[in-house]
């Protein structure tokens, strides 16, 4: 039987990045929680793909970022119904 050496491998660490934009994409109710995960999410997959296999958690980063972007959408929907609401009020009067 023949020994071989056993390879060291380093142990990953998760991005804090992609932690934190996956964060704010669940709790960005309005446009700033949302707009920073959308940015923490794309700051977060470039860290983790120039880490060479150190870092993981891109699919955090990837939830991230469908959620800040999906809230971006539902607020400036948001602001646009109701802004259109409050400007047509304001010209009815």
């Given at each position: 039987m023949e020994n071989t050496p056993s390879?060291?491998?380093?142990?990953?660490?998760?991005?804090?990045?992609?932690?934190l934009s996956l964060v704010f994409g669940i709790l960005?109710?309005?446009f700033f929680g949302s707009l920073i995960a959308v940015v923490l999410g794309h700051l977060g997959r470039s860290e983790i793909q120039k880490?060479?296999?150190?870092l993981?958690?891109?699919?955090?980063?990837?939830?991230?970022?469908?959620?800040g972007y999906l809230m971006l959408l539902v607020s400036i929907a948001f602001?646009?119904?109701f802004g259109g609401l409050a400007a047509l009020l304001a010209l009815g009067s």
């Open positions: 390879q060291a491998t380093t142990p990953t660490r998760t991005s804090t990045l992609a932690v960005g109710v309005f880490s060479n296999g150190q993981e958690g891109d699919g955090m980063a990837v939830a991230g970022l469908i959620l602001l646009v119904f």
